[in-house]
């Protein structure tokens, strides 16, 4: 199937039916300084993920605010919520582009959360959701973040499918009894049983030495049977929460697209020039502001059109900026990410830090 988007560019269009999305989690504790070890290690494979959600974005003591152009990934559109803010440290979610997602407003006092529509087969919808709940919120804020689980929950007759992840920071709970040691954490349980949703995490996803170790990374569901393949990954950079990837089980549309982009270097300029050659002054003569843009910029893509070529950009994954010592160095970071998952020991913990400070 053919769509001309126009003068500019073609694109074109085929629809799949897929089976699984493959998703990747991570509180990153500022993705920004992160974002070349995340690309290397996710985006250069010929399989990418379907779905990357990142919590803590921002450094704490960011000189500057962010701009959503500094952390754009060819592919993928992107969901922001709380960025660029002064107060808090952001959240965004990457969706592919092939994947016809649409952000979603759940009315709620609890601030940092993105909400995500991502239809599948027939009249079925996904709703996804990734929340960031600091680990120093009062009460309020926990009664809020139980508001926003229920209203989502609530919105059953449009979403047929409810997938969450984020950083809940609720270090005493046990998930495999699924109890807690607080009157908060207790209630949180309680609040997921009310909605049927389930809690999939079952190994530690932050590790420190001489900590206990703990599960704080969450990934919820309200169908355990469409969660698959959870890994357990050497985290980004110096954070010490794990990088989540997971496949979730499900049938829906994927779109792949082919771009043709306008090929300036081989364009006819000398044309192009003549072509625009115009008594701009009786052309725009009379005509308000917007009039004129209008007018200039018909004459312009009709000139366009004529003389610069098209071209369909190729294909870029496997490309990095990165030299090939420091993509060695991101491999055996994460080999002894390994060794020390396997023994547990300050040693293998040493080890380990030596290659990530390297990294």
């Given at each position: ?5 126009s003068?500019s560019s073609?694109?074109?269009v085929n ?5 699984g ?10 993705f920004?300084n992160k974002?070349d070890?995340f ?13 990357i959600a ?6 704490k ?13 060819n592919?993928y ?9 002064k107060?808090?440290r952001?959240?965004i ?6 994947i ?9 006092e ?5 909400w ?13 959701g990734?929340?960031y709940?600091?680990p ?7 009664k809020?973040?139980n508001?926003l689980?229920?209203?989502?929950s ?5 979403f047929t499918h409810i997938?969450?992840?984020?950083d ?12 807690a ?9 309680e609040?997921?049983r009310e ?7 079952a190994?530690?996803?932050?590790i420190?030495?001489n900590?206990?170790?703990s599960i ?12 698959a393949n959870?890994e ?11 990088v ?5 089980m499900?049938y ?11 090929n ?5 300029y ?11 002054e009786?052309?725009?003569?009379h005509?308000?502001?917007n009039?004129?843009l ?13 003389h610069?070529p098209?071209?369909?950009?190729k ?15 991101v ?6 990410w ?7 020991s300050?040693e ?8 990530r400070?390297?990294?």
């Open positions: 199937m053919l769509h001309v988007q003068s073609v694109k074109l629809d799949f039916n897929h089976q999305l493959c998703c990747i989690y991570t509180n990153a504790d500022s920004m974002l070890e690309k290397t290690r996710f985006l250069c494979d010929a399989k990418t993920p379907d779905i990142i919590t803590e974005v921002v450094p003591n960011m000189r500057y605010i962010l701009t959503k152009a500094e952390l754009n990934l592919g559109e992107l969901f922001p919520s709380n960025f660029p803010g107060a808090k952001g959240i979610v990457y969706i592919k582009n092939s016809n997602a649409t952000e979603v407003d759940i009315d709620s609890f601030e940092e959360s993105v995500i529509k991502i239809p599948l087969l027939g009249h079925d919808n996904l709703l996804y990734c929340i709940k600091s120093s919120s009062d009460e309020s804020k926990h809020a973040l508001d689980l229920n209203k989502a609530n919105l059953g007759h449009n997938l969450i992840n984020g809940f920071n609720f270090p005493d709970i046990d998930w495999e009894n699924w109890t040691k607080n009157e908060t954490s207790t209630e949180f349980i609040c997921l909605n049927f949703l389930h809690q999939m995490v190994k530690p996803t932050r420190r030495i900590q206990e170790p704080l990374d969450l990934i919820i569901v309200n169908d355990l049977n469409n969660i959870i357990h990954l050497d985290p980004l950079g110096a954070s010490d929460h794990c989540l990837k997971y496949d979730y499900c829906f549309k994927y779109t792949e697209c082919a771009i043709e982009r306008l300036y270097y081989k364009a006819d000398v044309a192009l020039r003549q072509e625009l050659n115009i008594d701009w009786k052309e725009l003569e005509k308000n502001t009039d004129m209008k007018a200039f910029m018909d004459k312009f893509n009709q000139a366009v059109s004529k610069v098209k071209s369909r950009p294909n870029s994954k496997g490309n990095t900026t990165l030299s090939k010592e420091t993509l060695s160095s491999r055996r970071k994460h080999r002894l390994e060794r020390y998952m396997e023994k547990k300050e293998s913990h040493r080890e380990f830090c030596k290659a400070n390297k990294v």
